[in-house]
Nanobody, 124 residues
Framework: QVQLVESGGGLVQAGDSLRLSCAAS????????MGWFRQAPGKDREFVAA????????YYADSVKGRFTISRDNAKTIGYLQMNSLKPEDTAVYSC?????????????????WGQGTQVTVSS
């Protein structure tokens, strides 16, 4: 089992930046994919970005390409989501997740463990 704890959310204005963190622990984490998802009120949970912990290979949703950057600190076992040029449409609860056998990184059903989420609110 992988334990995940998100932090870094908050209230910002459009155009501002935030960096979310996902602290992970667990025996199999080094072999895992870490993904970020978000869910706005009344909306389905959607994929944001993912990174293979071992190789550093990254994936992004089209809606955040060029604005968000996913990365990891391997020594500290912390994943990051740097969010720049934030828009009101980015307002959501952001959750990190991990999985050892993920066939489709865009689908939340493929992940094994989830954090509790952190709220990001972007005002106009």
């Amino acid at each position: 089992q992988v334990q995940l704890v998100e932090s870094g959310g908050g209230l910002v204005q459009a155009g501002d930046s935030l960096r979310l963190s996902c602290a992970a622990s667990g025996r199999t984490f080094s072999r895992s994919l870490m993904g970020w998802f978000r869910q706005a009120p009344g909306k389905d949970r959607e994929f944001v970005a993912a990174i293979w912990w071992r190789t550093g290979t990254t994936y992004y949703a089209d809606s955040v390409k060029g604005r968000f950057t996913i990365s990891r600190d391997n020594a500290k076992t912390i994943g990051y989501l740097q969010m720049n040029s934030l828009k009101p449409e980015d307002t959501a609860v952001y959750s990190c997740a991990s999985g050892t056998t993920v066939w489709n990184y865009r689908r939340p059903t493929g992940y094994d463990d989830w954090g509790q989420g952190t709220q990001v609110t972007v005002s106009s």
